[in-house]
């Protein structure tokens, strides 16, 4: 029994009428509910759409921006599993692979089903599979749940790598169709671009909505520890297999989106360096927020390219470069920024109030 | 309120609780202490689900469901933890609104379908929730994390979560670990002005807390109950004294 003695402000009677009492007991709430989450969605987009453009200025350019966006769509599917649900799963990329599989099946000739079916299909077999995954791994914890995931992984690749009839000779499926929605068809990468930015929107407005509801603080909690939120009403597992899924089916999303832009996709397409990239976007870009996988992506594709002109010891610095930011930046680039727009809030606060002394002599 | 009959723990060979059978009655303060090692936090954690046990367990007449912290939670037990057990990432309010008893609309459904829905409950349980923090006087600190929270307030904040899910029996261990005499009065004082309507069991080793508090008390020692009654008749009861004073060696005689 711990006895040391520690100040804690238990009120005294005539304390107990506390400011909260005394401004009339009005409606506080979370000040996660305070920010302006939707506001900043609708800037990023803006901001995307207008610079985008101007960047791409070669067809490698655009490729790059097109899968940064791809990318940040698994990214916020993992931070989903991984920073909210404390989920370490190893198969978001075969969650990928298995949407371009299944979206390439639904639309091949024979079938001739219609792109977004081929997404919706896609979305729906990640779905499935990560349910039976969850259920089955239910009690399976941190590295545990990384094995269980790894194994599930493994053994789908090797299903897909004899499993003709579905993904192809040799684990290969070629001649995926582009594209097409409402008549309308996407051939070159310059308009995947906006199909592409269009399908992050929606999913960032969606992970909007879960920052904003009580299903985040739950599934925190659940993160953080699971048997006192269990304890506290907090239907804790649920919460954990419901982002599980959400999060694998954002993975077979991004993955079906990809096989119909470059048309095709074998079990190679998300390798295991993208497996580990996926970790590092998050890491990178910061686990705490939904905009860390966004911005970790953009450095994950970048980087590499703007290395490329020392091609000798690109190899060096981008691990060196690495190892700074995660050593460096412990809540990734979205903590920096939000470091950056405080002190900046600051300086802008403190001219106000110079502004008001000065006038006020 | 709570009836708990052949309560038992094992762990492997070990027995830490035995048949223990204790009755809580509506609005009644009951004391459970013994020596350390006697079996009383088990007992709390087989309550409240968070050890696999044997036994019965019913709430209001209803039965609970060993080894099931949710099930336990359903049927109204709410739990503070001798060592606080808040949650750092989330603010004090937060931390207060994940006991709320009303648990509709907290999933994915009221997060993207029925917003309107979860507005207006999630609003109530705001209002709610800040009534715990009042209570415990940690409502100016409602918007603060919990990381910033001294041991003391994080003791108030686990009481304010307990109490935000109305439940009908809080246990209670050991809460008055860590506090100097003046915040024990103080917590005695806040306990007597909550306990209104709510079943409480309390595990302390402060005979002057207990007593302050107390109708009852139950005394175990090594997982078995060995006596039961008023505070003045159980400190005054010879098993009772040999428990934490020791036996007189046969050899003084």
């Known amino acids: ?35 302006h989450q939707y506001l900043v969605v609708i800037g990023f987009v803006v901001l995307v759409a207008l610079v985008a453009p101007h960047i791409a200025t070669s067809r490698s350019k655009q490729f790059l921006i097109d899968l940064w966006l791809v990318y940040a769509i698994a990214g916020i599917g993992f931070y ?13 990329t075969f969650m990928m692979t298995l949407g371009g599989f299944m979206s390439a099946w639904v639309t091949r000739s024979g079938h001739g089903k219609p792109f977004l079916l081929g997404v919706a299909s896609a979305i729906a077999i990640t779905s499935l599979l990560a349910f039976v995954v969850g259920i089955i791994a239910r009690r399976s914890q941190e590295l545990y749940f990384a094995i269980a995931t790894l194994a599930v992984t ?26 097409k929605l409402f008549g309308h068809a996407f051939l070159k990468d310059k308009q995947v671009f906006w199909l592409f930015l269009g399908a992050l929107t929606i999913v960032l407005l969606l992970a909007v909505l879960i920052e904003r509801s009580p299903f985040r603080r739950d599934a925190i909690a659940s993160r953080d520890n699971l048997l006192v939120a269990r304890l506290t009403g907090v239907a804790a597992g649920r919460h954990q297999l419901v982002l599980f899924i959400l999060g694998s089916a954002l993975g077979g999303l991004s993955g079906s989106m990809y096989a119909h832009w470059a048309g095709n996709v074998s079990t190679g397409t998300f390798g295991i360096d993208l497996a580990i990239g996926i970790f590092l976007m998050l890491f990178l870009g910061g686990v705490g927020s939904m905009w860390g996988p966004v911005l970790g ?13 020392i091609q000798k010891y690109s190899s060096i610095v981008y691990g060196a470069l690495l190892l700074v930011v995660v ?35 | 309120m709570l009836q708990a009959e052949q309560i038992s723990v094992s762990f492997g060979g070990v027995r830490a609780v035995s048949e223990v059978s204790l009755t809580l009655d509506t609005g009644e303060l009951l004391g ?99 009534e715990a923090l009042d209570v415990v006087g940690l409502a100016p600190l409602a918007t603060s994390p ?37 915040e024990t009065a103080a917590l005695a004082d806040l306990l007597r ?41 159980v400190w005054r009861d010879k098993r009772v004294m040999s428990a934490y004073l020791g036996v007189p060696d046969d050899a003084a005689h």
């Open chain 1, 297 to 309: 992506a953009a450095f994950y594709v970048a980087i590499p390219q703007v290395l490329s002109n």
């Open chain 1, 154 to 179: 493994s053994i789908g690749a090797d299903v897909f790598n004899h499993w003709d009839a579905f993904s192809g000779r040799n684990g290969t499926v070629t001649n995926v169709a582009s594209p």
């Open chain 2, 193 to 233: 002005r909550v306990r209104e309507g709510l079943s409480l069991l309390l595990i302390d080793h402060k005979v002057d807390f207990l007593d302050m508090l107390c109708d009852r008390i139950v005394v175990l020692e090594l997982g078995v109950v060995i006596a039961e009654g008023t505070p003045q008749d």
């Open chain 1, 327 to 361: 050593m460096a930046l412990p809540r990734g680039l979205v903590g920096l920024a939000q470091d950056g727009s405080r002190v900046v809030k600051d300086q802008v606060r403190k001219a106000r109030r110079k502004d008001i002394v000065d006038v006020a002599g």
């Open chain 1, 1 to 35: 029994m711990s006895e040391t003695t520690v100040e804690a402000p238990v009120p005294a009677a005539d304390e107990r009428d506390s400011r909260w009492t005394r401004l009339g007991r009005r409606t506080v709430r979370p000040p996660i509910y305070a920010e």
């Open chain 2, 146 to 182: 919990a990381a910033m929270l001294s041991y003391g307030q994080r003791r108030l904040l686990e009481l304010a979560r307990a109490l935000a899910g109305d439940p009908k029996v809080l246990l209670l261990d050991e809460p008055s670990a860590g506090l100097n005499d003046p």
């Open chain 1, 80 to 92: 989903w599993v991984f920073a909210l649900a404390g989920r370490f799963a190893f198969c978001q």
């Open chain 2, 32 to 130: 459970l202490v013994g020596p350390n090692g006697s079996g009383k936090t088990t007992f709390l954690n087989a309550i409240c689900g968070v050890v696999e046990a044997q036994g019965q367990l019913t709430v209001d007449g209803a039965r609970v469901p060993l080894g099931r912290p949710r099930a336990a939670w359903r049927a109204g037990i709410a739990r503070v933890f001798q060592a606080p057990q808040t949650f750092e990432a989330l603010t004090c309010l937060e931390n207060v609104l994940l006991s709320s008893a009303d648990a509709k609309m907290r999933g994915v459904g009221g997060a993207w379908i029925a917003r309107p829905v979860m507005w207006t409950r999630e609003r109530r349980r705001w209002a709610r929730a800040m």
